[in-house]
């Protein structure tokens, strides 16, 4: 029996996330793991008269890919993708890995070549959402693999997707939409501000927001949603900071991430595992160097660490910081191959200031 959840999920996506219109292409991608996601969705699309293309790949062929590739395979880049983010009206992303470490022993200079060489597809593409030529989502299908990462039965772990996502809600999208009222006056309220402050265990640091726009992520892009984010003046980054969780990408864990910024950019970075990886991915380009992105976690529904990026930087009571590559819509004009979700715990002696207001205390938004 299909797992009606699965269902609303599909709508929540096709409806509200994307707001699929007739005669649109929306290119739908993911793994053969993911199918009674990408197929829910697959349908709905067909009955909101848009015109679906299935994209299906396997996570086993990204790794032979870097195990295999030469230079110039690693820096050969279809004409045809680029196209493809040329004509796509609607991208919707499902992930379901089926190993979250298969890239763990690759070459991180083969991943940050590879990196530069589809910076100007990524770019573009950002381009053309952020002008809203395009809209987009990603979310994940729960697996095994999954599950495991965040010490969970699989079972446990698709009622957590499930209740973050609002899928249980009688009305999913009115439920989605009373989130996006509600952080839309801490939005407005943001807009004014000119300056953020951040202080908490093995951390004091301060950046300049001012002139630049904050993002309300309320179930369109990421999903499941939940957070409130800008892009600082990229100069203005000053002190350091402590992550309090692993900072998990690109097929690897790297833990007690400790990073110290000086105009901006990151002089000195450490960390107790896998600090070697986080050097050279943080010697990508120039712009690797700087903050691209600062949010606040907003999602009450996700409480616990789950090693995946889309959920931990939605914790409520939490911020995150991004190393490399800036959104455009918020104004930064950070560029890089690479953006980097790197999240620390406030719900513990932590606190915000903006300009002269408390704005977070302990995990607390009290504006």
Known sequence: MADPRIEAVAKILVDYSTEVKPNQLVRITGAPEGAPLLLAVYQRVLEQGANPWLQIGLDAAQELFFAYAGDAQLDYVPAFVRDVIEQVDVSIGIW????????????PAKQARRAVAMRPISERFLERAASKEVRWTATLHPTNAFAQDAEMSLREFED????????????????WQAVSKEQQRIVDWLNNARAVKVLGPDTDLRLEVSG???????????FPDGEIFTGPIEQSVNGHIRYTYPACAYGREVEDVRLEFKDGKAIKASAAKNEQFLLQMMDTDEGARYIGEFAFGTNSGIQRFTKNTLFDEKIGGTIHLALGKGYPET???????????????????GEVWVDDTLFMKDGKILI
């Open 96 to 107: 379901t890995n089926v190993n979250t470490k298969g890239l763990t022993s690759v070459d």
């Open 160 to 175: 957590f997707v499930y209740s973050a996502s609002l899928a249980h809600e009688p009305d999913p999208i009115r439920a």
């Open 212 to 222: 630049r726009k904050w993002q309300n992520c309320d179930g369109h892009e990421n």
């Open 331 to 349: 104004g930064s004009q950070n560029s890089s191959a690479i953006h980097w979700d790197m999240v620390c715990d406030l719900r513990k002696g």
